[in-house]
């Protein structure tokens, strides 16, 4: 194996010159902009950013697109990159001002730079304890919205790199990164930041703040290549085994490698069926499609098999859990009222219920439609694959599913596992945003008729417009809480409601004993009773908070529970 260096800017270059490709076996770009961020930050401190691991090959290898443009290789031989593709296309997206493509949708990654920073470091990386760094545009939430403005400007001033807003954009420290990489000149970033001249103290700084962003071009990514003469199964195995013992990949990108150096062309066969989906309103990632086909190929959904799978089961197994996922979705959409990825506590959900389908041969009765949607609902509620390993729990499904079993049965276990499938009040006590339980307690307020508070719209994920948007709304505002109790109990459950954006964005951070009377006034108090929210004076005080949920909480659950009861009927 060879060694060898570039620069950033000569792999930049070679990616858009089209001397640098994808092989199939790679995975899709997946990074958020906060993790190019993080990236960008790390390079500006001169900070090392691991190595880049190349084949270069004369045979003909399956490959696949980049998420930024490229010319057409002019060579030959092709340059495959095994590992750093979400580092250089992030580089590349960046340095060259060019859009990724992402889920098939384009879109810019757009940072900014603080020519003000402070010198130590801020603590921005965040932390993806799932280790997935998927972008998801389907967001239930908007956890800063009520958060005071100066809150949020005091963070981002302690910050370096930001991802772009349209407030900080008009802020005159505040340039944007790609248009420093653009031009060598400081002269329009100084103008802009009020910087008149030499004599200004902030000339010196700010113009070695720029020449230092400028040259992260310059940082030199250490390489090795592979040798021409490997085959396209040994690299597959050797991409396999540096990104397991390296746990960069998850285990679903590693079995794609396996999958693909089976069966070549078999990456563009997943992500059409995967576009299809997304068309259905369900963007899922290609990892669960995966996962949909071993549970199809084998009865079970780990990964540690598929490597033996022949091609004809791989394929097999493929054209049986199509129509399996198709009839998931469908039913998701039309027996339960899911009609998004984001209403499912887990996506396992759908393997689950594909299976079924296929066992079934998609003939389901009307009373086991009616118990099957009791269980979807219940198992959604009660977060059925975010309790113990998913995969295992999973799996005890598959295994009911494949000995003849039911919606019964699979009910009977879901018992076993949670005790009761009502829901109780201190069920809700200390969950936040992320529980199961908000997702259901939204499918509950949505079928109880709740409304947006200012538009009457009826709440709904696909409104158009950032005025539109649904949003979550801190019923209490964080600012008004941060004096007397904690971050966790002011994002408590129960202190949460859905409104659209504008609405949102007007009640800010005032406390609901200010901007209740005035919406109770216009439009009466049921667009808070829709959303089982007390409207009694004395319970909307700061210091009468803890008794606010705790009512709440009462009123959520007896809603929540007419809500799963009704799927019974």
């Known amino acids: ?74 060579y030959e031989s092709t340059r495959l990159l ?155 195995e050797i991409f396999v085994r540096v990104n397991s013992l390296g746990a960069k990949l998850r285990s679903s990108d590693l079995a794609l490698a396996q999958i693909t150096a089976k069966w070549r062309g078999a990456l563009k066969t997943f992500q059409a069926f995967q576009a299809q989906c997304v068309k259905a309103g369900f ?70 219920l594909g299976y079924y389908g296929h066992k079934r041969n998609y003939h389901i009765v009307p009373e086991e439609s009616q118990q099957l949607r009791y269980w979807v609902l219940v198992a959604n509620a009660k977060g059925r694959y975010s309790r113990g390993s998913s995969e295992t729990l999973l799996d005890q499904d598959l295994a009911t599913l494949r000995d003849g079993g039911g919606a019964n049965e699979l009910t009977d276990r879901l018992r076993l596992q949670v005790g009761r499938l009502d829901v109780a009040p201190e069920e809700l006590e200390g969950r936040n945003q992320r529980s199961a339980l908000f997702k259901t307690m939204f499918l509950a307020f949505r079928a109880a008729g709740a409304k947006d508070w200012r538009s009457n719209l009826a709440i709904a994920l696909d409104h158009s417009g950032s005025n539109h948007r649904l949003q979550f709304h801190h019923i209490f505002p964080k600012a008004a809480l941060k004096s007397s109790y904690t971050q966790r109990e002011a994002d408590d459950i129960a202190n949460l409601a859905f409104i659209g954006g504008k609405t949102n964005r007007q009640i800010s951070d005032k406390p609901p004993a200010q901007y209740f009377p005035p919406l109770i006034e216009r439009s009466g108090r049921s667009p808070f009773e829709t959303q089982c929210i007390p409207t009694e004076p004395t319970l909307l005080v700061a210091e009468r908070y803890k008794d606010f949920l705790a009512e709440r909480r009462k009123a959520v659950t007896r809603r929540v529970n007419e809500f799963l009861d009704g799927a019974q009927s």
């Open 82 to 236: 095994l590992d750093g593709q979400q580092r250089l296309t992030s580089l590349s997206a960046v340095i060259r001002g060019e859009q990724v493509s992402v889920r098939g949708r384009k879109k810019p990654i757009e940072l900014l730079f603080n020519l003000d920073h402070p010198e130590q470091l801020a603590v921005v990386t965040e932390v993806n304890e799932d280790g997935d760094d998927e972008a998801d545009d389907d967001e239930l939430i908007d956890d800063e919205a009520d958060s005071s403005e100066d809150e949020l400007q005091k963070r981002f001033d302690r910050m370096t790199f930001v991802v772009g807003t349209r407030k900080l954009e008009q802020l005159p420290q505040w340039v944007k990164v790609t248009e420093v990489f653009k031009t060598d000149s400081d002269a329009p970033f100084l103008k802009r930041a009020g910087v008149s001249g030499f004599e200004d103290p902030r000339y010196e700084k700010y113009s070695q703040r720029l020449s230092r962003l400028r040259g992260i071009r310059k940082y030199v990514y250490r390489m090795d290549v592979l040798e021409r003469k490997l085959s396209y199964d040994e690299v597959t």
């Open 283 to 352: 963007d899922l990632d290609l990892g669960l499609h995966l996962k949909n086909l071993v549970a199809f190929a084998t009865g079970q959904s780990r990964f540690l098999t598929v490597g033996g799978l022949p091609l004809e089961v791989l394929q097999q197994a493929w054209r049986e859990c199509v129509p399996g996922m198709e009839f998931a979705l469908n039913f998701l959409r039309s027996n339960a009222g899911i009609d998004s990825p984001a209403l499912l506590s887990s996506p396992f959900l759908l393997v689950a």
């Open 1 to 74: 194996m060879a060694k060898a260096e570039a620069s950033v800017e000569e792999l930049v270059g070679m990616i858009e010159r089209g001397e640098l490709r994808l092989p199939e076996m790679q995975r899709r770009y997946v990074w958020r902009s906060t993790r190019v961020r993080d990236l960008l930050d790390s390079l500006y401190r001169g900070y090392p950013s691991g190595a880049i691991l190349l084949w270069e090959t004369d045979g003909a290898v399956p490959l696949q697109e980049f998420a930024v443009e490229q010319q057409k290789n002019p």
